[in-house]
């Protein structure tokens, strides 16, 4: 399992992080997408989604995420 730091850019410039944990890229993209659309309602429309940050899932890993 991987911990992946996701960075999203909306159609309206505005922009998120996203963090998630999984054993592939493709299901770290799929959960991304989720998260933003329970997150963000009405949907925003994504620009783009890039994986900026994969590490190890282990015990003590952690991110900062500055704004």
């Known amino acids: 399992m991987f911990i992946y730091r996701l ?10 992080a996203v963090v998630v944990i999984h054993d592939s890229e493709e299901k770290a993209f799929r959960s ?18 890039a994986i900026v940050e994969k590490k190890p899932a282990e015990a003590g890993r952690s991110y900062v995420i500055e704004s």
């Open 32 to 49: 991304a997408q989720n998260q933003i659309e329970r997150h963000f309602i009405p949907v925003k429309p994504i620009k783009e989604l």
């Open 7 to 16: 960075e999203v850019t909306f159609e309206d410039e505005s922009a998120a």
